[in-house]
């Protein structure tokens, strides 16, 4: 982290689903100017102003507000008819470069509901997002360009 933080050091991050804040916060610690947003904040106790509750399809930041976007594990939890929303607004939100980490297989059910609602191959997502992808498949790590 401490390389990947240091090439970070003068931008601005935003990690989108950024579940309990632990990227965030650990970026903080490295010097980086970083925020994350979730759809719920219940998983970051008091949080800062540097998180905020919002959809991914919906984010509040202006154009090209931050040089890196994140997300990790998030993607493949968003309806499919809503990623192409989501898509053009990581884009808009975003000057330089997005990496996406996303999980291609279904998932087990959670409480007797599917929770990787897009489960789709990473050719697929390659069509919807710019920048670089990271494919989690039940056998491993495979990085898309």
């Known amino acids: 982290m401490e ?4 090439d970070l050091k003068g931008w601005k991050v935003l990690d989108i689903g950024c579940g309990d804040g632990y990227l965030v916060n650990r970026l903080l610690k490295e010097g980086v ?6 759809i719920t ?4 106790p008091n949080p800062s102003p540097r998180f905020r509750q919002c959809p991914a399809w919906r984010l509040p930041y202006k154009d090209g507000e931050f040089e890196l976007t994140i997300t990790t594990d ?10 192409p929303q989501v898509a ?12 996406h980490i996303i999980a291609t297989f279904p998932e087990r059910k959670y409480q007797g509901h599917e929770v990787h609602l897009t489960v789709r191959p990473m050719e697929w997502w390659a069509q919807r ?17």
């Open 41 to 44: 904040l219940a998983g970051i």
């Open 74 to 83: 998030v993607l493949e939890h968003i309806p499919e008819e809503m990623i």
């Open 3 to 6: 390389n990947v933080a240091g």
């Open 33 to 38: 100017d970083a925020y994350g947003c979730d």
């Open 129 to 145: 997002f710019k920048g670089s992808l990271i494919e989690r498949t039940e056998k491993g790590w495979h990085r898309w360009q």
């Open 88 to 99: 053009r607004e990581i884009q808009r939100i975003t000057s330089r470069i997005s990496v």
